[in-house]
């Protein structure tokens, strides 16, 4: 078996074009005018920009219980058709990944598929109910060796139970994410609570709800000792608490999707539920300070929240359609759009909110790495000049829920390179 | 006009159409022994209530009957959906079967923008089958956002009652922010020139509505004086138990429209309720059967206002 792979004329980070000499999945050489070693398989980068792979801490591949909107393998691949070598799937799936059963069957059906690092999230509460704390240190002491743990979908809203998960993880090193939402002020909530909602008859999901469960969380973790991370976070007024928590050394860290970096609840007036979302698309003030906060680093990650659903669950009148929208293969190009155009990131910021920062919140020690010898061969290989138009039929997912049909966007995932193995190249998965 | 899903979808000069076409057919029918014209012959009127309603589906089923369209009433229960079939394919067999026009009443906000969108979709076969069929879409009340044709008839008894509509000043009283009655109105009538008041108390008020094109005003004894017509909401029984005022005895006392507030009215101002009445709470009986109450005459317009709008989107707008 070759385990040798040449990667030419490629600039790291967007700097001076390199080669890559990969042996067993590890950089061996760095440098430019590297030859082929004998039987080496080869890869023209094309003078594209060379970054770690991407690491999503927050997609729901649906399997087991739900595979008519997606499985394991349809999201792995969309997965590495967007630049990630490791994703976290969220646990509300049927039955719930709240024992060490089903995040073990997760992982394994990740390593069979191939094609990203799976890596389940595990339920912080049995069922999601937010009642009783699910077995935290066995799921992570599994072979599935589970590091983050969500109620995803749901708030852990009964702060002595999210206390004690607080505390109980302090001892695992294990970290808690939260979806921020007292579900008492969002009861029937079916968009963002503004203007366009109230002329809409749209019963609203005030952004309160969510500032006022960041904060208490902050107040929480802080006596806890434990780490926090905050899921999808979609209004200005949650970046000005989690400044100040960050100010006084709170362990805390925080997502925005490329959704709310992106989209407004303008899109609200079609009543098509493809713009149906939970936290809610806002205004656009809100995504000017998603854009500001995670360009300042107040807002740690760029993770997907990928939501496929099926046709049935999304083609029908808004109040009865499920939130959530595609993600992980328009990602990157949102990214380059809201973030690196209008000159808020370089390539080392994207890095950092794509790779290396959600690695060390997501606990993975070999993801995230410095494009360095020695270090694992896991890459994203892009071209930020190209566009493509997004097709839902076309992506990679069962489901093609995605909000931005039709639209053109800038920047292309050329190959996607896991462990010194091409898992998607010139938009065709390697299998 | 292909639908009526909005009032604005209406301009002032669509929507005094659709009244002026109200009024030529009640005159024609007036003194008529036969209320029948045949204006909508062969043309098929579907209402398709997912909510309980007597005035709008009996209005709107007697407008198509006075037009001589066949009219068919589906309701959700004892019809495919209490099987579980889906809006869509509800909406998309209606279409198949040749309905000119389906009257929606349905719980969701939204609904009817579906609907209009799916018709229109499967009309020409985009992307699958073709219905074959091009459906017009009339929203009757779609969750909380909006009654077009409520707005409408309210709208036409205004100007009955007070000669014109434009320079009146209207206010509406309630439970605006649950109210798809309030939303229709307030844009119908400021797009007709009116000068529209909003009381309610904080909690009832919709996010926003300092956008809309009205004013709000915390005191209703303040604007009864100088108003010329006030339009009394239904406050929802499951609202008494949100939180959204502390008692119905409260709610009476600041914002019914008691014998004693409808003295402070002009003399020539008229009472406007849409229905079903909450008596005593909303409104004393003495009031909404007393002779500034324009009740009844909302409920006849009701009638007149629909057959308007099935002729523009079934037969187009007289020239």
Wanted: hydrophobic share 45%; charged share 20%.
């Amino acid at each position: 078996m070759n385990t040798e792979l040449l990667i030419t004329d490629v600039r790291p980070y967007g700097g001076d074009a390199v080669d890559v000499l990969v042996r067993d999945g590890v950089v061996a050489e760095l440098g430019a005018g590297l030859d082929a070693p004998e039987g080496a398989s080869t890869l023209d980068g094309g003078g594209h920009v060379l970054l770690p792979g991407f690491v999503d801490l927050h997609v729901h591949l649906r399997e087991p219980g739900g595979e008519e909107s997606e499985d394991i393998a349809t999201g792995s691949a969309a997965a590495a058709l967007g630049g990630f070598t490791a994703v976290f799937a969220m646990p509300n799936t049927d039955p719930v990944a709240d024992t060490a059963v089903v995040v073990e069957h997760v992982r394994r059906r990740g390593e069979e598929v191939g094609l990203v690092d799976v890596h389940p999230v595990g339920a912080v509460t049995v069922g999601l109910e937010g009642a009783k704390m699910a077995e935290l240190g066995t799921m992570a002491g599994s072979r599935a060796q589970v590091r983050m743990f969500s109620d995803d979908g749901r708030c852990v809203n009964d702060p002595l139970i999210m206390r004690r998960a607080l505390e109980y993880a302090s001892a695992l090193d294990v970290v808690i994410a939260q979806h921020a939402e007292d579900h008492r002020l969002t009861g029937g909530a079916q968009a963002h609570e503004g203007v366009v909602a109230s002329r809409l008859g749209l019963a609203g999901w005030p952004a309160t709800a969510e500032e006022t469960i960041v904060a208490r969380d902050c107040a929480l973790v802080r006596e806890a000792g434990a780490a926090l991370h905050v899921c999808h976070i979609s209004s200005a007024r949650t970046v000005e608490v989690l400044r100040a928590a960050k100010a006084a050394g709170v362990r805390v860290s925080a997502e925005v999707t490329p959704h709310h970096l992106l989209l407004t609840d303008g899109r609200l007036t079609s009543y098509d539920p493809v713009n149906k979302v939970n936290p809610p698309l806002r205004t656009a003030a809100d995504t000017r300070a998603m854009r500001a906060a995670l360009a300042e680093g107040v807002i740690d990650v760029v993770a997907t929240d990928h939501a496929p659903h099926a046709a049935q669950y999304k083609d029908t009148e808004w109040q009865a359609a499920r939130p959530g929208m595609l993600g992980l293969q328009t990602a990157f190009s949102v990214v380059v759009h809201t973030m690196v155009e209008p000159g808020l990131l370089d390539w080392r910021g994207v890095a950092r909110v794509l790779s290396e920062r959600p690695a060390e919140i997501g606990r993975l020690p070999d993801q995230g790495r410095p494009i360095a010898v020695g270090e694992p061969a896991t890459f994203a290989l892009v071209d930020p000049e190209a566009q493509w138009t997004v097709r839902g039929a076309a992506l990679a997912s069962r489901a093609s829920n995605t909000p931005y049909e039709g639209m053109r966007l800038p920047g292309v995932v050329v190959a996607t390179v896991l462990r010194g193995t091409i898992t998607a190249r010139d938009g065709k998965v390697q299998t | 006009m292909k639908h009526l899903l909005s009032v604005t979808d209406l301009d002032a000069a669509t929507a005094t159409g659709l009244l002026d076409t109200a009024d030529r057919l009640k005159q024609a029918l007036l003194g008529r022994e036969v209320r029948k014209l045949p204006t909508l012959r062969g043309r098929t009127v579907v209402t398709m209530f997912y909510e309980n309603s007597t005035r709008t589906r009996v209005s709107f089923e007697i407008a198509g009957k006075w037009m001589s369209a066949d009219t068919v009433n589906v309701s959700a229960s004892g019809s495919s959906v209490s099987k579980g079939e889906s809006l869509r394919d509800t909406s998309l067999t209606l279409s198949a079967m040749g309905a000119d026009c389906v009257v929606v009443r349905h719980p969701a906000s939204g609904s009817a923008h579906r609907m209009a969108a799916w018709a229109d979709r499967a009309a020409v076969g985009g992307g699958g089958e073709s219905t074959g069929t091009h459906t017009s879409i009339v929203n009757a009340g779609d969750g909380t956002h909006e009654h077009p044709t409520q707005a409408l008839l309210d709208a036409a008894t205004l100007r009955d009652r007070l000669g014109a509509i434009a320079g009146r000043r209207v206010a509406i009283v309630g439970d605006v922010l649950h109210s798809r009655v309030a939303r229709s109105n307030v844009f119908l009538l400021a797009t007709l020139g009116a000068e529209v008041v909003v009381v309610a108390p904080p909690t009832l008020l919709p996010v926003g509505i300092a956008q809309w094109p009205c004013r709000v005003s915390p005191s209703l004894d303040a604007e009864l004086p100088a108003l010329d017509a006030v339009m009394m909401l239904r406050v929802q029984a499951e609202r008494m138990h949100g939180s959204f005022f502390p008692s119905s005895r409260e709610y009476a006392v600041s914002y019914g429209l008691s014998q004693a507030r409808a003295a402070l009215l002009p003399d020539h101002a008229v009472v406007l309720h849409p229905g079903p009445m909450v008596r005593g709470m909303e409104i004393v009986p003495a009031v909404a059967d007393g002779p500034a109450s324009a009740v009844l005459a909302q409920v006849s317009n009701g009638v007149h206002v629909r057959m308007a709008v099935l002729y523009h989107l079934l037969a187009g707008a007289p020239e």
